[in-house]
């Protein structure tokens, strides 16, 4: 331990002072502290920032910690900020977001195909709020386009720690319901001239 | 007659827009805004509330939105149309009831994600990180005495002098380099001369000593020095 202070002395500060979530090697190394010391820490601190009593929260999202303030004190903070909330994101958006943390990382082709309409604008837009970005390119496509993945301010705005904290695609959609799509695409195939 | 307002003074706010019409216009056009996410009967319920009733120009006014509200109507609904592609070109061709029930299955499967996205990013919406990033703290001055005294003794001592050991002994006075670029003016028949040809073959102090035996000629208004764009090629040529 460093600094005389104690463990979850040493982690608050380090969070406090930080805008993005920190990694645990980076809590390791910083607060100078062993796996066992670094989880008792978080653990006092989550009982701490409780959600219930406490205007500051601990959150584990993109693969860090992070302090935020409580979701319930959000129009006080930014009534304090004199800033409003982004605007919402649009229907289109989150589709072209779910397409991409799914079936990711994928090209701008490959989302219009998905969705069956040309979603460059979209796509655009998603990258200019940081919500995707270009991670590579498809070498084995013509002209190789570029590869888009979801970034880390993504998971941040969805509240998730990684992509394994979102319900597998298969189970988004029931089987009956699939098997429904299927009868009536069959029933609307044999009435066609 | 009253007139009524132009359609230039229509403000919109939707979900996705808020300013003038025409600008909304215009973000479709470029663009720059998908014309499927625009709702437009909601537009066309707006329109309505801020229609004036009477004016001399109420009718020009009521034509000119519905034109362009139909044009946004023909462009929505091209842009929710598949993509018509040419199956000659390689790409599919007709797609068989298996292959869009498939594809369907995969869209209802992304949509549904993209309702469950909407809850989490509505739900993360009020979360505020601790604090914004620090900026770098200037470090703070620590008075060693011992560097101190070494930079006290250093300021009232004699200077030292550099040590030269590493320069090439100069041979070359600036009247012989201005002679040579004389002579070469001479040669080029009026054309203006490149630097980097006057200085082809000499070592970097030849060079450096060239250049100021020419900025000296053309100190004294017997040589024009031309470099059109900086860092860009110096050309040397006869006043």
């Not at chain 1, 990258?127 to 590869?147: C, F, T, W």
Request: charged share 30%.
């Amino acid at each position: 331990m460093m600094d005389g202070a104690g463990p979850e002395v040493l982690v608050e500060a380090i969070l406090l002072v930080s805008e993005r979530p920190v990694e645990e090697e980076v809590l390791l190394s910083s607060a100078g502290l062993d796996r066992d010391g670094l989880e008792r820490a978080l653990s006092r601190l989550l009982d701490k920032y409780d959600a219930r009593s406490s205007g500051v929260v601990l959150r584990r999202v993109a693969g860090g910690w992070q302090l935020a303030t409580n979701p319930r004190c959000a129009e006080a903070i930014e009534r304090f900020r004199g800033e409003a909330r982004p605007t919402p994101l649009s229907g289109a958006a989150y589709e072209v977001l779910s397409c991409v943390l799914y079936l990711g990382p994928m090209t701008r082709g490959a989302i219009s195909a998905v969705r069956g309409v040309n979603s460059d604008a979209v796509v655009r837009n998603l990258i200019e709020r940081n919500l995707l970005a270009e991670v590579g390119a498809d070498e084995e496509s013509p002209g190789a386009p570029a590869l888009l993945d979801v970034t880390e301010d993504f998971l941040i705005a969805a509240s998730a720690g990684s992509r394994e904290d979102f319900p597998p695609l298969e189970e988004l959609v029931s089987e009956e319901e699939l098997a429904r799509v299927r009868e009536r695409l069959k029933d609307h195939a044999s009435k066609e001239p | 007659m009253i007139r009524s307002r132009p359609l230039s003074d229509f403000h919109v706010e939707i979900e996705v827009y808020s300013g003038p019409y025409e600008w909304l216009l215009a973000l479709i056009l470029r663009h720059e805004l998908e014309v499927f996410e625009v709702p437009l009967r909601e537009l066309v319920d707006l329109y309505l509330r801020d229609r004036d009733e009477v004016g001399a120009d109420t009718l020009e006014r009521d034509t000119d939105f519905a034109g362009s509200a139909t044009a946004l109507v023909l462009l929505k609904s091209r842009s929710l149309f598949p993509a018509m592609e040419d199956p000659a070109d390689g790409t599919e061709g007709e797609v068989s009831a298996e292959d869009l029930a498939d594809r369907l299955s995969l869209y209802l499967k992304v949509r549904r994600g993209a309702e469950h996205l909407r809850g989490r990013f509505e739900e993360g919406a009020g979360y505020h990180p601790s604090g914004h990033a620090l900026e770098p703290r200037k470090g703070r001055l620590r008075v060693d005495r011992r560097r101190l005294e070494m930079a006290t003794r250093r300021m009232f001592s004699r200077l030292e002098e550099p040590s030269l050991a590493h320069i090439d002994r100069i041979t070359l006075s600036l009247e012989e380099l201005a002679a040579v670029i004389r002579g070469a003016i001479a040669g080029s028949g009026g054309r203006p001369l490149s630097y980097e040809e006057l200085v082809r073959g000499m070592d970097r102090v030849g060079r450096a000593l060239t250049f100021a035996a020419a900025v000296s000629l053309a100190s004294e208004g017997e040589v024009r020095l031309l470099q059109e764009e900086p860092f860009g090629e110096l050309r040397v040529m006869p006043a």
